[in-house]
């Protein structure tokens, strides 16, 4: 069965395009970003959201700089340079030097990493943006060539990644298992095929039948606006019930795991999550249901030793006092509205990533996996 991808961010004509993520399912808007401030907004407003998808925006973000600089220096410039899927453009005569190029791009790539704190493949990507920088930092003809080439890469290779963590994980489903899930770690937060929802995407186009009860995800709604828009339009049956729901379904005995995506994973295996996934793994330890993450080697960081190390983003307290713009809290009323949470290791069942499945997610388990993920993680 053919797996379905979702067009969540791609560099086209010139410019980053998005599915908005703020109104979905009501509507499926694409935006045209034509500038890194505008990028930097889509980032913090969420139209862009979850940890590979803005990952892949801020390598994006880097490349909507140079065609920018590029064109901007033209006196008679084409209507765009760069757009994936066609040929790079052959060199162009262009009115400014390497220096000033770099020195634009380095400063795109740190207002790109000012967005948003926790998610680490954000840093992970304007890392390897900020490495194919500085190889041609003294030749523009290279940039013209390498900088367009590492921001594909860092997209085409993710969706690979994602396809591989969906052949590892859905082992571990059987068919006419139920999984619950929290936030959205599908197609929409990733290159286009998901994490954890990958895993259910490969279950089915392996037969299974899978049953998923997605979180709502307060106070955003992720769950129930995201997760529930893309598992419906795959075919797969979806529930949705409040967070609050959680400990009595899982109390129930109808669900046989939960399988959740992940922001930042320590050298520890502590893992930050969307705020709520803590409760849920706690729950799965009561109740004696498999606490999975999925998640690829960019989202690991062994450069923090355990989770009180990941820095964790607090949001505006009108997401938590307000709904739909209409203030639903008393005026005054303050609000505690981290983003995300951290799991500790120790009930985390496995990790899943694109080399296998990690059933120790211990240090020693991490560091020893796949022949040493850290060669491929976050490591300073
Ligand atoms: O605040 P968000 O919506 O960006 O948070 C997203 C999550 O917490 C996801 O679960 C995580 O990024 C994994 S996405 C594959």
Not at 64 to 76: Q, T, Y
Not at 81 to 89: E, I, M, N, R, W
Not at 362 to 380: K, L, M, Q
Request: aromatic fraction near 6%; include cysteine.
């Amino acid at each position: 069965m053919e797996l379905m991808i979702i067009e969540t961010i791609d560099f086209r004509k010139g410019k980053v395009v998005l599915l908005d993520q703020t109104i979905l399912p009501l509507e499926e808007r694409l935006l045209e970003i034509e500038s890194v401030d505008r990028l930097c907004d889509s980032i913090r407003s969420m139209e862009i959201r979850g940890a590979p998808a803005i990952g892949i925006a801020a390598a994006y973000g880097v490349l909507l700089e140079l065609e920018n600089v590029l064109r901007g220096s033209m006196p008679d410039p084409p209507s765009y340079l760069f757009d994936h899927g066609a040929d790079t453009a052959s060199i162009v005569e262009f009115g400014v030097d390497a220096e000033t190029i770099t020195a634009r791009l380095l400063g795109a790539a740190e207002s790109l990493s000012q967005t948003r704190p926790t998610a680490v493949n954000l840093f992970w990507a304007l890392d390897r943006m900020r490495k194919a920088i500085e190889r041609c930092s003294d030749d523009p003809a290279r940039l013209f060539s390498e900088i367009p080439a590492e921001a594909f890469a860092i997209h085409e290779e993710q969706l690979d990644i994602e396809r591989r963590i969906g052949r590892h994980g859905e082992k571990l489903l059987s068919d006419g298992m139920s999984v619950l899930t929290h936030c959205n770690a599908g197609g929409l937060a990733t290159a286009g095929f998901g994490t954890a929802l990958g895993v259910i995407y490969a279950a089915k186009a392996n037969g299974k039948r899978i049953k998923v009860y997605a979180d709502e995800t307060r106070p955003l709604l992720q769950g129930a606006r995201l997760t529930a828009w893309e598992l419906g339009r795959a075919g797969i049956d979806v529930t949705v019930l409040c967070d609050g729901a959680a400990a009595s379904l899982l109390s129930s005995g109808r669900v046989d795991a939960v399988l959740v995506g992940a922001d930042r994973i320590a050298a520890s295996g502590d893992a930050a999550n969307k705020i709520g996934t803590l409760g849920l793994a706690v729950l799965c330890e009561r109740f004696g249901i498999p606490f999975y993450i999925a998640a690829p080697w960019s989202s690991f960081d062994l450069s923090a030793p355990s989770g009180d190390d990941i820095v964790v983003e607090f949001r505006n307290t009108q997401e938590v006092t307000s709904f739909q713009g209409r203030r639903t809290a008393p005026d005054g009323i303050d609000a505690y509205n981290p983003a995300f949470d951290v799991t500790p290791a120790g009930l985390i069942t496995a990790i899943i990533t694109e080399d296998g499945i990690i059933r120790d997610p211990s240090e020693e388990g991490i560091r020893g996996a796949y022949g040493g993920g850290s060669a491929r993680s976050n490591e300073t």
